[in-house]
């Protein structure tokens, strides 16, 4: 099944750090996409950040030198380390999968920035 689970999401103050970790269920971890998006209430869903099955790395601008995306095959996980956080990062974060054009994604985890 194609299932990911997301934790980490907490209350922070601002310019605080806080890692995201997602589990993957029993997929081929290794040949998909992974990623995180975020949506805050009232506007759409934004990709925050992409690491291809090579590794590569992709990074929306408003977290671009902030943010980091890593995966580890081995332990069939992503993580999102968030640094200097902003109240405009408060939103439901979820981790998603794609391989084929086929997506797929998790229940989310909130995180909320205090100012």
């Known amino acids: 099944q194609v299932q990911v689970v997301e934790s980490g999401g907490d209350l922070v103050q601002s310019g605080g750090s806080l890692r995201l970790s997602c589990a993957a269920g029993t997929f081929t971890f290794s040949e998909y996409a992974m990623s995180w998006s975020r949506q805050a209430p009232g506007k759409e869903r934004e990709l925050v950040a992409v690491i291809t099955s090579a590794g590569g790395t992709n990074y929306a601008d408003s977290v671009k030198g902030r943010f980091v995306i890593s995966r580890d095959n081995t332990k069939r996980m992503v993580f999102l380390q968030m640094n200097s956080l902003k109240p405009e990062d408060t939103a439901m974060y979820y981790c998603?999968?794609?391989?084929?054009?086929?997506?797929?994604w998790g229940q989310g985890t909130q995180v909320t920035v205090s100012s």
């Open positions: 998603n999968a794609e391989r084929r054009g086929q997506k797929y």
